[in-house]
Nanobody, 116 residues
Framework: QVQLVESGGGLVQAGGSLRLSCAASINIFSINAMGWYRQAPGKQRELVAIITSGGSTNYADSVKGRFTISRDNAKDTVYLQMNSLKPADTAAYYC??????????WGKGTLVTVSS
C-alpha cells in the first residue's frame, strides 16, 4: 500500500506564494508520473501539474507561468511551488501517483486558501 502525505497548505494573501510537498512511502525514481490536482468547493477535481519519471512536465493553462512542479527522487518527494496566487487558486490540493506496475494512489489533500 502506497501512502502519499501532502503538506504546505495554508492561508495566503493574493500575490503570495506557497510550496506544497508530497512525500511518498515508496521510492519514486521510476514511477511513471506524479501530479497535483485540486478541487474547489462545488467543482470537479482538475489537473494542476504533472511530472513524469523522465522529468517532463505539463500544466493546466490556468497555472502556467505561476506554478512549478518538481521531484526529488532522493527524498521521494514531489513539490508544487505556487507563486502569484489568486483567490481562484483556493482549493484542496491532492497529490497523485500513477504507475503501471504500482497502481494509482491519492493523498488526503492539503487546503490552500487565497484571500483577496
Amino acid at each position: 500500500q502506497v501512502q502519499l502525505v501532502e503538506s504546505g497548505g495554508g492561508l495566503v494573501q493574493a500575490g503570495g506564494s506557497l510550496r506544497l510537498s508530497c512525500a511518498a512511502s515508496i521510492n519514486i525514481f521510476s514511477i511513471n508520473a506524479m501530479g497535483w490536482y485540486r478541487q474547489a468547493p462545488g467543482k470537479q477535481r482538475e489537473l494542476v501539474a504533472i511530472i513524469t519519471s523522465g522529468g517532463s512536465t505539463n500544466y493546466a493553462d490556468s497555472v502556467k507561468g505561476r506554478f512549478t512542479i518538481s521531484r526529488d527522487n532522493a527524498k521521494d518527494t514531489v513539490y508544487l511551488q505556487m507563486n502569484s496566487l489568486k483567490p481562484a487558486d483556493t482549493a484542496a490540493y491532492y497529490c497523485n501517483l500513477v504507475d503501471r506496475r504500482v497502481g494509482d494512489y491519492w493523498g488526503k489533500g492539503t487546503l490552500v486558501t487565497v484571500s483577496s
